[in-house]
């Protein structure tokens, strides 16, 4: 049984810093691409960071410069950190493994962890 548990979300003041962590359990985590995406209240999920199974990583535009994903295949664990956060970066942010295997695209999903950034 797979297993994605996000974890760092909560309330801070525009221009602060969080990490969040997502534990995977479950899956061979070192052959997942792994992705963080976010969804924000009446808008559609989007992707905010990506790493694949290389370490290579891409980010929105919207984040690019303040938000960095690492890996760790020894911790089975993928970091998500958000410096000089604003308000617009509030949103329930989700971690993501995908793999492709032939013809078949394995996905999973944690629960999601809320990110408020008020003043």
């Known amino acids: 049984q797979v297993q994605l548990v996000e974890s760092g979300g909560g309330l801070l003041q525009p221009g602060g810093s969080l990490r969040l962590s997502c534990a995977a359990s479950?899956?061979?985590?070192?052959?997942?691409?792994m992705g963080w995406y976010r969804q924000a209240p009446g808008k559609q999920r989007e992707l905010v960071a990506g790493i694949n199974s290389s370490g290579t990583t891409n980010y929105a535009d919207s984040v690019k410069g303040r938000f960095t994903t690492s890996r760790d295949n020894a911790k089975n664990t993928v970091y998500l950190q958000m410096d000089s956060l604003k308000p617009e970066d509030t949103a329930v942010y989700y971690c993501n493994a995908a793999r492709v295997i032939g013809v078949w695209k394995y996905t999973y999903w944690g629960q999601g962890t809320q990110v408020t950034v008020s003043s």
């Open positions: 479950g899956l061979v985590f070192s052959i997942y691409d």
